[in-house]
């Protein structure tokens, strides 16, 4: 079983900067692609940016291109979203999420590719 905790959320103005970070227990991190989804009130979880097991390949969602990167640290059992340029329209509450599946190669931008969730960690951008 995986373990994910997210920090670092807040309020930001508009074309400020946060750092999120998501610390994992257990043994698998390593070997899961992680990913960062997020959820604005009355609207569906998306996907926001992934990154494979190893940090050499990541996706990401045309909405954060060129703003937010993804990173992780398997010594420290922690992946990070850097945002930069934040907008109005990234308040979200940020959840990140883990896929174990084993051999897998594949980063997926769906919800239901993913086996286990943070508790998530709120964003606000004031305009």
């Known amino acids: 079983q995986v373990q994910l905790v997210e920090s670092g959320g807040g309020l930001v103005q508009a074309g400020g900067s946060l750092r999120l970070s998501c610390a994992a227990s257990?043994?698998?991190?390593?070997?899961?692609?992680m990913g960062w989804f997020r959820q604005a009130p009355g609207k569906e979880r998306e996907f926001v940016i992934a990154?494979?097991?190893?940090?050499?390949?990541?996706i990401y969602a045309d909405s954060v291109k060129g703003r937010f990167t993804i990173s992780r640290d398997n010594a420290k059992n922690t992946v990070y979203l850097q945002m930069n340029s934040l907008k109005p329209e990234d308040t979200a509450v940020y959840y990140c999420a883990a896929d174990v599946t084993i051999y897998s190669t594949t980063l997926y931008d769906t919800t239901g590719a993913y086996d286990y969730w943070g508790q998530g960690t709120q964003v606000t951008v004031s305009s």
């Open positions: 990154i494979s097991r190893s940090g050499g390949r990541t």
């Open positions: 257990g043994r698998t991190f390593s070997r899961s692609a």
